[in-house]
């Protein structure tokens, strides 16, 4: 039966600094691990502080290059403890990933009007 | 004996130049001493103690041993507080972050050495939002380093609190063949080394293949440069890039710069509440 396994981001890198593609490799090994023996992921965000775009395309944009976009929503249950700039971020890298993995020329185009009402004041 | 040609050694096209023409000079020089005579300079960005640790790297290379003669002071000052010169100077103010080397694979080393050394109550007293968008800035510059460097250089870390200014910098430097060395290997030859920087900057653009391309978290630091009024400065071999604000400035320098400097400059005074307006919603998410 398929359960829901919870993944910590600081649990599996070993602190809060989400910030090393190598390190982002781990929690991708960690969620590839889990999809393979048929189980639900949930990604927590708790203590993690720092967060690159690099880390988050290696944990989970090449997802997108392994399964489909279907089967990483039927497997992936929302995020937990993240924070409204954190879930931002990775929406930016997963459309991205979608994109880059059904046609990698066209990626460059989506960045620029995400990124460009990126901030506020 | 060689000359350091300059006054002001700033973060400008002109202070990396004359970083540039000591490498040149330095490399016509066989082993052993070589005084450099400072006599001239009256500033120094301290953070740019992290390019000039490349060039003693390089001399040390060649078997040369630097001697940097007739500097001021207060310059000798500064570059004993951020470790550049031995017997450091205790830092009173603890305004810098001193020069320190870190491997490509040590982000986690670079985010905890940041998070030390800014949390000193000396430091600026940033929001949280801004404090915030410089971590992740810098935290991007590294991992773009360490993803698109092609050469196993370590890289060098020298920052700066400037109260009277308000302003933090904080430079990375390595040794390595440069953004124009990058481009080339991958895409061939002819392109001027500061137009290779300016492709370097803009989104989608890698040297590297069957990955996602880098350049998401540049395009989401250059848009924070661009809000905050900050600097974002690139030196690589000729070639020198510079964002202020919206604005870009690109020029050739006349001797190569021994690898590529990354500087940022912020305004800590800016109170602006970033990334307000675009959070995602979990349940949609993936």
Redesign the interface.
Known sequence: MMKTVTIKISQVIGSGYGVSASDGKLVYNAIANEISKGNRVLISFENTTRLTTAFLNAAVGQLYGEFSADKVRSVLVPPEDAEDWQLHRLKLVIDRAKVFFSDPDSVSGIISSEVGGDDDS | MIALNTARLETTDTGFGAIADLEESLSNLGAGLVDIECSRLIWLDAHLASALRVLVSHSQGRNQNLRFVGLRSEITKILKKNGFFQGKLTDTYSTTMPSHVFSL?D??A???YTRRYLSHPSMPVMSDSLQ??F??GI??L???S??HSLSPTPICVCGQFFPTKQMLAITMSDGGHGIIGSYEKTFGSGIMACDAIDWAM???STTRHG???????L??LR??IS?NSGRLIVASKRGYWCQQGRNIHKAELKKPFPGTSIVMEIDCSDR????????????N??
Do not use: M
């Open positions: 694979e982000g986690v670079f985010a905890e915030r968008k971590f992740e935290d991007e590294f991992a773009n360490s993803l803009q989104e989608g990955d996602i391309p880098g350049g998401l978290g395009a989401i848009e924070f809000q602006k509440l970033y990334d307000i307006n675009n959070a995602a919603t979990p349940d998410i993936w």
